[in-house]
């Protein structure tokens, strides 16, 4: 079955790169998704990548895919205190139901 | 833009209650769904809905039903509550575009059964 797996926990500094790690098995995942939620809040779609993609950036973020060994990361760059939250991946795969990992959260200092 | 939007925010529940989460979206997206988030496990799939009529299971779906009898409302039903259902609900849908599907979240339930 599906599965989605990443860190609990990242801390890094105010103005250091973040990098969240995610792994997933199902490899018939047609797209890949980073979520971002806040304290209390929803969750909202940071960026995500097409499975025959191996990257894509969108101004801090960077999306890394590696699809032989089912990998995904997401790099933050100049990390800012406002990017403190909890980051899900999730995966849809061809049943089109979108299965979430557990989230890392990330925090940073100041 | 109302977007996705769950109701109640919040409610308590007795043991063996029953209570029914409405999550409403004004897309006209044809996929739905329903998630539990606890701590340390993310957000597990409850039910889902691709299309109009229809639902399906997820990861977690014991203790509850669904319903998608109009495309842009999916109700999840609790029989009869157990603690073990407290949990922060989160309902969200999506559609499958050209330029890449996303999927828009409601702020969430909080549900505590005592």
């Known amino acids: 079955g599906e599965d989605v797996e990443q860190s609990l926990f990242l801390s890094v500094r105010e103005g250091d790169s973040s990098v969240i790690n995610c792994t997933y098995t199902?490899?018939?995942?047609?797209?890949l998704y980073w979520y971002k939620q806040e304290p209390g809040a929803g969750l909202q779609l940071l960026t995500y990548?097409?499975?025959?993609?191996d990257m894509k950036q969108d101004q801090r973020l960077t999306v890394l895919l590696n699809k032989k060994d089912k990998h995904l990361s997401l790099r933050i760059a100049d990390t800012q205190t406002g990017d403190s939250a909890i980051y899900f991946c999730?995966?849809?795969?061809?049943?089109?139901?979108?299965?979430f990992g557990t989230g890392t959260l990330l925090a940073v200092q100041p | 833009n109302a977007g996705v939007t769950q109701t109640p925010k919040f409610r308590v529940l007795k043991t063996g209650q029953s209570m029914t989460l409405l999550c409403a979206q004004d897309?006209?997206?044809?996929?739905m769904y329903w998630y539990r988030q606890d701590p340390g496990m993310g957000l597990r799939l409850i039910h889902y809905s691709v299309g109009e009529g229809t639902t399906a299971k997820g990861e977690v779906p014991d203790g509850y039903n669904v319903s998608r009898l109009k495309k842009q409302n999916f109700l999840l039903g609790l029989e009869s509550a157990a603690p073990s259902q407290t949990s922060v609900y989160f309902c969200a849908s999506s559609q499958i575009l050209p330029g890449g599907p996303e999927a828009f979240f409601g702020q969430g339930t909080r549900l505590t059964v005592v």
């Open positions: 199902d490899s018939s995942s047609t797209y």
């Open positions: 999730a995966e849809r795969g061809a049943t089109n139901k979108l299965i």
């Open positions: 897309m006209n997206h044809e996929y």
């Open positions: 990548i097409f499975s025959n993609m």
